[in-house]
């Protein structure tokens, strides 16, 4: 029973993230954040000014990486805005908000949260290797808000663009899909649902 509680007590990082109820961060962004910074820690003294800095250089690179028909950037925190950074700032830096984690993560009584594992080298060189593909995302989906699911696709060094065209992969498509599913059939863009958006990006 002691070591079924001790086991109980380690949390991984994005399970965390998302516990803690932050204001526009579910899970897909939790993970997108877990991702990033890979340690509680590192989040909690995140400068979030110097990093929105680093997003729009890492943007404005691309763009001139694209008209020289270069391989992109990963852009940091795709898929996170200034007004989620906005919020995240806000919470975790408001003291009450601090006092109530220090005592989820007390070393004795508290969780151990566990850190994010550096991902594959092989799954980084495979996102930058030019590989991207382009989603466009319509209707409502169950499980995902739509903020997530653009975190998820664009965590994968994919892109997520508003209106669908020739250029575009795939469509995902969520109940109450309007105009663009009929483009994207008219265009034979393929069609895809949630869980297969899930399956691919698990599989890519």
Same mark, same amino acid.
């Given at each position: 029973?002691?070591?079924?509680?001790?086991?109980?007590?380690?949390?991984?990082?994005?399970? %965390?993230?998302?516990?803690?109820?932050?204001?526009?961060?579910?899970?897909?962004?939790?993970?997108v954040l877990?991702?990033? %910074?890979?340690? %509680?820690?590192?989040?909690?003294?995140?400068?979030?000014?110097?990093?929105?800095?680093?997003?729009?250089?890492? #943007?404005?690179?691309?763009?001139?990486?694209?008209? #020289?028909?270069?391989?992109?950037?990963?852009?940091?925190?795709?898929?996170?805005?200034?007004?989620?950074?906005?919020?995240?700032?806000?919470?975790?830096?408001?003291?009450?908000?601090?006092?109530?984690?220090?005592?989820?993560?007390?070393?004795?009584?508290?969780?151990?949260?566990?850190?994010?594992?550096?991902?594959?080298?092989?799954?980084?060189?495979?996102?930058?290797?030019?590989?991207?593909?382009?989603?466009?995302?319509?209707?409502?989906?169950?499980?995902?808000?739509?903020?997530?699911?653009?975190?998820l696709i664009?965590?994968?060094?994919?892109?997520?663009?508003?209106?669908?065209?020739?250029?575009?992969?795939?469509?995902?498509?969520?109940?109450?899909?309007?105009?663009?599913?009929?483009?994207? #059939?008219?265009?034979?863009?393929?069609?895809?649902?949630?869980?297969?958006?899930?399956?691919?990006?698990?599989?890519?």
């Amino acid at each position: 029973l002691v070591q079924s509680i001790q086991r109980s007590r380690d949390m991984p990082l994005a399970r %965390f993230i998302y516990a803690l109820g932050i204001p526009g961060v579910g899970e897909e962004v939790a993970k997108v954040l877990a991702r990033h %910074f890979r340690s %509680f820690q590192a989040l909690l003294e995140a400068e979030w000014s110097t990093l929105a800095a680093d997003k729009e250089a890492v #943007r404005k690179q691309n763009t001139a990486l694209k008209r #020289r028909g270069e391989p992109l950037l990963a852009v940091p925190l795709e898929g996170i805005g200034p007004e989620l950074m906005e919020s995240l700032q806000q919470f975790l830096h408001e003291p009450h908000n601090r006092g109530v984690i220090a005592r989820l993560t007390d070393p004795e009584h508290g969780v151990r949260v566990l850190p994010e594992e550096a991902p594959p080298a092989a799954t980084v060189s495979k996102s930058a290797s030019g590989g991207a593909k382009t989603f466009v995302l319509t209707g409502t989906l169950s499980g995902l808000t739509r903020d997530e699911a653009k975190a998820l696709i664009e965590s994968k060094g994919h892109k997520v663009t508003s209106s669908v065209s020739a250029k575009t992969d795939y469509l995902v498509a969520g109940a109450d899909a309007g105009s663009k599913l009929e483009r994207a #059939r008219a265009l034979g863009v393929e069609v895809i649902d949630e869980q297969q958006l899930k399956d691919l990006l698990d599989a890519s």
